[in-house]
């Protein structure tokens, strides 16, 4: 059953990647580390949550918020990036199995979706993540 789940993911992963193509695609495969749900950055028309004030009032308005804790802060990171909060989901176990695979919320769905702009600024995959950035068409293909 799990073959059949993963399989079926990945043909909607690749099925995404072609229809909303960009000049960036994702590739690779997760290597189920669990990194993803436990380093999470949020984001409001006004950068990424900075305080603790701003994620209370996101949970107040949008329920799937009420899913994730505060687990630190970004240090030492690019400077849009600096001093945002992180997050960790309250449903990963210790194995770095979801607790609500079936049910979990969009925004764990669509992960990794592509944000040119933050690729544009710098920003990478987690480390030791199975997913990677690629460009859609090599350059030299446009000199052909």
Do not use: H, W
């Not at 990194?35 to 900075?50: A, E, P, W």
């Not at 802060?73 to 309250?90: I, S, W, Y």
Request: aromatic fraction near 18%; hydrophobic fraction near 30%; include cysteine.
């Amino acid at each position: 059953m799990n073959r059949v789940r993963t399989f079926f993911e990945d043909i909607c992963f690749n099925i995404k990647n072609k229809l909303f193509s960009s000049k960036y695609v994702i590739k690779g495969k997760c290597k189920k580390c669990g990194k993803c749900c436990r380093n999470i950055l949020f984001s409001t028309k006004d950068g990424y949550v900075k305080s603790e004030e701003t994620f209370k009032n996101m949970q107040k308005k949008y329920r799937y918020y009420r899913n994730f804790r505060i687990s630190g802060k970004v240090k030492d990171k690019m400077e849009f990036q600096n001093g945002a909060l992180t997050f960790e989901c309250k449903f990963i176990s210790k194995k770095n199995k979801c607790l609500i695979y079936p049910f979990r919320p969009i925004f764990c769905r669509d992960y990794p979706n592509i944000n040119p702009d933050l690729i544009y600024n710098g920003v990478e995959m987690l480390d030791g993540c199975g997913f990677y950035f690629d460009v859609n068409k090599k350059f030299s293909s446009y000199l052909k």
